[in-house]
């Protein structure tokens, strides 16, 4: 098919090439920038009390944050 291409147009497939090659070197980036993040966020892992009561806590949020609105 590259034979069959005029050698005025080969700047547009090696264009085309190079834009490919970089679109995998930046996923590649990204899967390593994405793969550190989940790890960050693992570590950070902590375990609840277990006297927590999520209900409490959530209704001390909403207070702290509107206040009594109604």
């Not at 034979?3 to 834009?19: A, D, G, S, T, W």
């Not at 930046?26 to 009561?53: G, H, S, T, V, Y």
Request: no cysteine; net charge negative.
């Amino acid at each position: 098919m590259i034979q069959h291409i005029p050698e005025e147009n080969m700047y547009y497939v090696v264009n085309i090439l190079e834009n490919l090659q970089a679109m995998s070197v930046n996923k590649e980036k990204e899967r390593q920038i994405a793969k550190a993040a989940l790890e960050d966020i693992l570590n950070m892992e902590k375990k609840l009390p277990d006297d927590f009561d999520m209900k409490k806590e959530l209704a001390e949020a909403r207070e702290e944050r509107y206040g009594n609105i109604s």
